[in-house]
């Protein structure tokens, strides 16, 4: 008689519907970090006429991106003449920034170097927690055309 009443409570079960499945929140999943690793994010040389950008994303979950690097650049050749002749500014801005740069809008950068024709780089990067952060290294001559110059740069971000 046991047996029977415990068949039947076991039929009894299966026939409620499931428990709803909750989604995990966005901070709840868990994805590879990029700690530990570095990303080339320039290594070229190039004519600069009045500006030059150069995209790049910092993945998420990155805690401490660190961009550095540097440039040179040169009144027209490479190693020709660099001195103040040759100056250009630089520029790390972020989405937001870029899009008012594009707009030729005054806007605040992350970071800015002006009147430089040899520059050495540090610059951390804001955590880009749970999402992928795109920023633009931006390179601009301040006498426009009149005069190009060339741009040897390498850039890396460590995380």
């Keep these: 008689m046991l047996l029977l009443v415990a068949g039947v409570a076991c039929t009894n079960e299966s026939k409620q519907p499931p428990a709803p499945v909750s989604a995990p929140l966005p901070s709840e999943r868990v994805a590879p970090s990029p700690v530990g690793t570095t990303q080339n994010v320039l290594q070229k040389t190039f004519t ?5 950008e150069f995209p790049f994303e910092v993945p998420a979950h990155a805690a401490m991106p660190h ?5 040179e650049s040169f009144v027209g050749q490479v190693h020709g003449a660099s001195d103040e002749s040759a100056n250009i500014d630089f520029l790390i801005l972020n989405e937001e920034q870029h899009e008012d740069f594009a707009q030729n809008r005054s806007s ?52």
């Design 48 to 52: 600069l006429q009045r500006s030059v």
């Design 67 to 71: 961009l550095h690097g540097i440039f």
């Design 108 to 159: 605040d950068t992350m970071f800015a170097v002006e009147a430089s024709h040899n520059q050495a780089v540090n610059f951390d990067l804001p955590a880009s927690l749970n999402r992928t952060a795109k920023y633009y290294l931006v390179f601009r001559n301040p006498e426009g055309s009149k005069s190009s110059k060339v741009v040897e740069a390498n850039f890396r971000v460590d995380y």
